[in-house]
């Protein structure tokens, strides 16, 4: 009986266990089970939070909506899961979430061993560093000596390593398993310097108890192009979440919002706007979504730059300058390749 | 010949008979089975992990590691390998639980004698002890001793000084002993001190046993083992010098530096397994009954001179099973550093180096075992303790 039971539940695991991969299995996935999946941080205000009503919101949040508005026609179909910085990856790759949202650094290795896709970078950034103002401190060039708090499982340990070793420096890293930790160890005076991505630092300077008495120092020491990430070998999941992204910025190049959509659809003899909108040209049919998919996303979610705003420019606490992070055209570096 | 043939043993039964090799056959068979089971899920992960593009092996051990660690008892730094972010990882976390030990057994076995003292007073503040900290989730108490303690200690530039030592919010720190040549003569004679007190005890034992005269063991113990280093410290000219700390830019720099990490999840460690230690003291002792507390005291034997020379001997036959199981959990517990950023190996090496270099069922594999060995390591040797004092029957 026992042996019988065993080599029953030996056989079962083998048909569980063994996958079925193809090209579209994720999306196939998501439209029946009817909601996206995204995972997101465990609380970064701008990028990913919870608002007062419960509801996540934020610049990476809102890729996870664009998604969902491209293949549902609704924005709200999301599901999130909170992940820190260390479970992230384990997450995405075991399918425990069908994409990630989650401030993540596009690097080679992460590219390439993991078993991941990048879809591209919603946000431009570059590690920095926050001091408590009493310090006296104007440059990175002085942390000599410093005790630097700092968020395990980031790319910001490496490079924060690269730099006090190229510049000849010492340090003491305090590795705190969350950011929430790390803000209290800094505010405890655990350490005389944290450090993380300068949008970060920014989330992470309203969370003071006293924002005025940080600063963030004007050095940048690396490069973080920050984008969603999804599994290997599933390409046509890989193109809904790419081209959600490059949607919302293509949507704000031509000066499509989420307020005039509606008027444009009606009203547009500009070809490059009948395409986007789904009126003529290929619509939805190369990512197997519905023609409106774009349209949908703008109506819902909003433009790129209308994102960017709302989220952690100048129409909220953060107010964080558009920077690199403004279109090829207005003199940053977000460029998406044209639908046509 | 009938009479012979039933002399004989009964002809040996058939093969599936007999009971004995049946049972070895279904025992191969079920071993067999979880092998088979076993060799399918390594191969089902290998070729799921490679099939998915995750790269697999040991070889990311041999890699630099390029990221900074608190504190090392070895010598570490950016460009030391993964594999040695293991060893330091693993260094701190026997550290912490070692201190945690030591500590938590202390504070435990005075803890629990006091629950059954006869002062109102102090079973009391006894009894409050076990409950409040028995009865308190362990991360939490780790969160409040460190979060706690640090906004009071004062910043490095006004560090509380007490002769050479400093206290601040990056740590406690000590001079550090620099041992110059001539020094081994110090610590021979110390060597030699602690030899000639244990002969002295030996000594002095057989002759309490064979004419009832006691000898005072300890203070002549004690006067050897401070009086002889010192001798040879003086002959051989003070071979020792001392590496202060001294305050530069951010902090102190040389000496010892004893992070806060260290100290609050030491203390929360012990603190909150001496609770329950405590208690398995406290039903020890109770289990010895109370006649041989009469009888010792009829023998003329002072209350301090019962207990440890009757009492407790005779509880630690119950109190040492129940104790080993109480270290395992103070180890596994500590797995709970990097809440505060301790790093010891669950932090470092499961931690840090899992997300740098992606491979998880390596490192988590490893991590694992590492606990397993540890925690089969303190059980065996308090097994070999149990049996060492357990009664024996004469």
């Known amino acids: 009986m026992k042996i019988k039971n065993l080599i029953a539940s030996g056989a079962l695991l083998a048909v569980g266990t063994l996958p079925v991969a193809h090209a579209g299995a994720t999306l196939d996935a998501v439209k029946s089970k009817g909601f996206v999946q995204c995972g997101v941080s465990t609380g970064l205000p701008g990028f990913s939070a919870t608002n007062d009503k419960g509801e996540w919101t934020g610049l990476d949040v809102d890729v996870c909506r664009a998604v969902a508005a491209a293949v549902f026609g609704d924005a709200s179909k999301v599901k999130y899961t909170p992940l820190t910085a260390k479970e992230r990856f384990t997450a995405l790759q075991s399918g425990e979430i069908d994409m990630l949202s989650r401030n993540t650094t596009w690097t080679l290795t992460r590219d390439t061993n993991l078993g991941l896709n990048f879809a591209g970078v919603n946000y431009y950034d570059g590690q920095g560093f926050m001091v408590h103002k009493s310090l006296g401190v104007k440059s990175a060039k002085e942390l000599d000596g410093a005790a630097i708090c700092i968020q395990a499982g980031t790319t910001t340990e490496l490079n924060l390593a690269d730099y006090f070793r190229s510049n000849g420096m010492k340090y003491e890293a305090i590795t705190y398993d969350t950011s929430d930790e790390t803000v209290k160890g800094f505010e405890a005076g655990r350490c005389d310097v944290l450090t993380s991505d300068q949008s970060q630092l920014y989330a992470l300077r309203i969370k003071l108890k006293d924002p005025k008495g940080a600063m963030v120092l004007p050095e940048v020491i690396s490069k973080e192009p920050l984008g969603p990430v999804v599994r290997n070998g599933d390409e046509d999941w890989l193109k809904v979440v790419r081209w959600s992204l490059f949607a919302m910025v293509n949507a704000e190049e031509m000066g499509v919002t989420s307020k005039n959509v509606d008027e444009v659809k009606k009203t547009t003899k500009d070809p490059g706007k009948q395409r986007l909108l789904g009126l003529s040209g290929i619509g939805g049919k190369g990512l197997k979504v519905g023609d409106d998919w774009a349209y949908s996303i703008i109506k819902q979610v909003g433009n790129y730059g209308e994102a960017f705003e709302r989220n952690v420019g100048m129409d909220s606490p953060l107010k964080i300058a558009r920077g690199l992070n403004a279109l090829w055209s207005k003199g940053g570096i977000q460029y998406a390749p044209p639908i046509r | ?394």
């Open chain 2, 1 to 394: 010949m009938s009479h012979k043939s039933n002399d004989e043993a009964p002809a040996a039964p058939s093969f599936w008979r007999d009971p004995r090799k049946r049972q070895w056959i279904f025992q191969i068979l079920v071993l067999a089975l979880v092998g088979l089971l076993f060799a399918y899920i390594f191969h089902n992960t290998l070729y799921n992990l490679e099939k998915r593009g995750i790269s697999t092996g040991f070889d990311f051990l041999n890699h630099e590691a390029g990221f900074n660690i608190l504190m090392s008892l070895i010598p570490y730094d950016e460009t030391y390998t993964y594999g040695r972010t293991f060893l330091v990882g693993l260094l701190n976390t026997l550290l912490v639980s070692a201190i945690g030990i030591v500590f938590a057994t202390l504070i435990g076995f005075l803890v629990g004698v006091a629950r059954l003292s006869s002062n109102w007073i102090i079973s009391r503040l006894a009894n409050l002890y076990i409950e409040v900290f028995r009865n308190l989730p362990l991360l939490l108490q780790i969160l409040f001793w460190y979060f706690a303690i640090l906004p009071l200690l004062p910043h490095p530039r006004q560090s509380i000084q007490i002769g050479e030592l400093f206290l601040n919010k990056r740590g406690l720190y000590l001079p550090k002993p620099i041992f110059e040549p001539g020094f081994g003569w110090v610590l021979a004679a110390l060597g030699l001190a602690i030899v000639a007190s244990i002969l002295i005890a030996r000594w002095a034992h057989r002759r309490q046993e064979a004419t009832g005269q006691p000898f005072p063991v300890f203070w002549t113990s004690l006067g050897l083992i401070v009086l002889l280093p010192w001798l040879a410290y003086g002959l051989a000219g003070f071979p020792l010098n001392w590496d202060l700390p001294e305050l530069r830019g951010f902090n102190f720099r040389g000496g010892i530096g004893v992070i806060p990490e260290l100290f609050a999840l030491a203390l929360a460690l012990s603190i909150y397994t001496a609770a329950y230690i405590a208690e398995i003291v406290r039903s020890g002792i109770q289990s010895v009954s109370h006649g041989q507390t009469e009888a010792a005291y009829a023998l003329g034997l002072k209350p301090g001179q019962t207990l440890r020379l009757v009492i407790i001997p005779q509880a630690m036959r119950v109190i040492i099973p129940q104790l080993t199981s109480q270290y395992l959990n103070l180890t596994k517990n500590s797995s709970l550093a990097p809440a505060i950023g301790y790093p010891d190996l669950v932090a470092v090496f499961a931690g840090t180096t899992l997300n740098q270099t992606g491979q998880a069922v390596e490192i988590i594999g490893m991590t694992m075992g590492v606990y397993l060995v540890i925690s089969l390591t303190i059980s065996a040797f308090m097994n070999w303790y149990n049996k060492r004092m357990a009664l024996v029957e004469r």
